[in-house]
T-cell receptor
Framework: DTGVSQDPRHKITKRGQNVTFRCDPI?????LYWYRQTLGQGPEFLTY????????KSRLLSDRFSAERPKGSFSTLEIQRTEQGDSAMYLC???????????FGSGTRLTVV | DQQVKQNSPSLSVQEGRISILNCDYT??????FLWYKKYPAEGPTFLIS?????DKNEDGRFTVFLNKSAKHLSLHIVPSQPGDSAVYFC???????????FGKGTRLSVIA
């Protein structure tokens, strides 16, 4: 297993466009998390899945954001009608149930111009 | 409202000396604490953790101390090496498997 993979690594998009990011977790991990990190800040929780069920969503996750994890494997995070404030690093992590040693991917850096 | 605070944005230490990174938390429900390390262009990597039933946990050059009454934890790195230069994040969670809450990070520079 090569760890948590995120695609793409970088994305530049125009304001108002939709973008979708993909995360492939470690295959044995039940839980998958999405975080967002902006300059000078730590990772901020967005949402997480246990298998295919989305268990919690942060208030940061506006209705323009949607995440899925079909079949409990990879996950996608879609942002509709992007805004400049969406520019950030989007981090995906996975873990075993009840384990806090998350394994993070390298992130997708989104720039909205 | 920041529940996990790292008040020092940066720290410089000479190679071979001790690095001490500090973290404070406000949520008394937190009972599990972790430190992550992040290099540029990579995701954070787990370093060391401690549960609230302990006040110290050691792993090689890294030791985490927890003071529950002060709601404070610290990471000690001894001896510091240039390869330790990175951003260190403190994180916390409460039982019931709530997602980790991260601090803003401290950038450690170890000078040779």
């Amino acid at each position: 297993d090569t760890g948590v993979s995120q695609d793409p690594r970088h994305k530049i998009t125009k304001r108002g466009q939709n973008v979708t990011f993909r995360c492939d977790p470690i295959s044995e991990h039940n839980r998958l998390y999405w975080y967002r990190q902006t300059l000078g800040q730590g990772p901020e929780f967005l949402t997480y899945f246990q298998n295919e069920a989305q268990l919690e969503k942060s208030r940061l996750l506006s209705d323009r954001f949607s995440a899925e994890r079909p079949k409990g494997s990879f996950s996608t995070l879609e942002i509709q009608r992007t805004e400049q404030g969406d520019s950030a690093m989007y981090l995906c992590a996975s873990s075993f149930l009840d384990h806090y040693g998350y394994t993070f991917g390298s992130g997708t850096r989104l720039t909205v111009v | 409202d920041q529940q996990v605070k790292q008040n020092s944005p940066s720290l410089s230490v000479q190679e071979g000396r001790i690095s001490i990174l500090n973290c404070d938390y406000t949520n008394s429900m937190f009972d599990y604490f972790l430190w992550y390390k992040k290099y540029p262009a990579e995701g954070p990597t787990f370093l060391i953790s401690i549960s609230s039933i302990k006040d110290k946990n050691e792993d090689g050059r890294f030791t985490v101390f927890l003071n529950k009454s002060a709601k404070h934890l610290s990471l000690h790195i001894v001896p510091s090496q240039p390869g330790d230069s990175a951003v260190y994040f403190c994180a916390a969670a409460s039982s019931g498997n709530t997602p980790l809450v991260f601090g803003k990070g401290t950038r450690l520079s170890v000078i040779a």
